[in-house]
């Protein structure tokens, strides 16, 4: 996704390849606006020479990929929220899920793996993704302001910058991952085929979109 493509209208999400779609460009988008725009605003006047460092990139690198995870189980939960009230069985429900979560599955496993980790990274993230979400199963989705709640330290532990710099700016990541969320989710709900997507999601049926082929985490 370009810079420009953020201020088009979303596309209508409507069958699997565009929930796909949206699931990872709202994902990495929210991951890395919330981490660059952090990192901009705490080093200030600093912040281009900061960004053209080779030690800050590599830590910007790992940050985003790790908070792309954290961001993309948000976004499948409050997707999930969303389609769940639309299905009235339990079976219906448990495959919504099991759709879900191999959509985040095909997504995470689409890139490569990242420079500075190790070969079994994306096993471990998807180990991490599906406990993540397996309570969403069983008492479904928060409201959508709490569910970044649950990663928020995390995610504020991996930010690119020396924990002497970040001081008490705990509650401001906070309070921006969860107003990204709301937003976003305002997104979805005008751009989605709600019912129609619960329907496709959980149909029994071979993977309707061909593998991924993603490179590098960009929006």
């Known amino acids: 996704m370009g810079f420009w493509d953020l201020f088009k209208k979303p596309p ?23 981490i660059y725009e952090y990192a901009r605003a705490r080093t200030g006047l600093n912040s281009e020479k900061l960004f053209s460092e080779p030690e800050f990139q590599e830590a910007l690198d790992r940050s985003r990929w790790e908070a ?20 009235n069985s339990a079976r219906d429900i448990d495959a919504l899920y099991n759709g879900l979560e191999a959509a985040a599955v095909a997504i995470m496993r689409s890139y490569p793996v990242p ?15 599906l406990e993540r979400l397996k309570p969403v199963r069983l008492a479904g989705s928060k409201r ?3 569910i970044p709640l649950q990663t928020v330290e995390p995610f504020f532990d991996i930010l690119p910058i020396h924990k002497k710099l970040t001081g008490h700016d705990f509650e ?13 989710y305002e997104e979805f709900i005008g751009s989605a085929d709600v019912p129609a997507l619960a329907k496709v999601v959980t149909a029994e049926r071979a993977p309707v ?7 590098s985490l960009n929006v």
């Open 172 to 184: 401001m990541i906070k309070n921006h991952r969860r107003t990204s969320l709301c937003r976003t």
């Open 209 to 215: 979109t061909p593998p991924r082929v993603g490179t």
């Open 68 to 87: 792309f995870v954290m961001t993309l189980a948000d976004v499948v939960e409050m997707i999930a929220g969303e389609l769940r009230p639309h299905l």
């Open 12 to 34: 209508k999400v409507n069958d699997l390849e565009t929930l796909e779609d949206y699931i990872e460009s709202r994902a990495a988008f929210l991951a890395q606006k919330c």
């Open 144 to 146: 959508v302001k709490d």
């Open 115 to 129: 420079a500075m980790q190790t070969s079994d990274y994306w096993d471990r993230k998807e180990k991490w993704l």
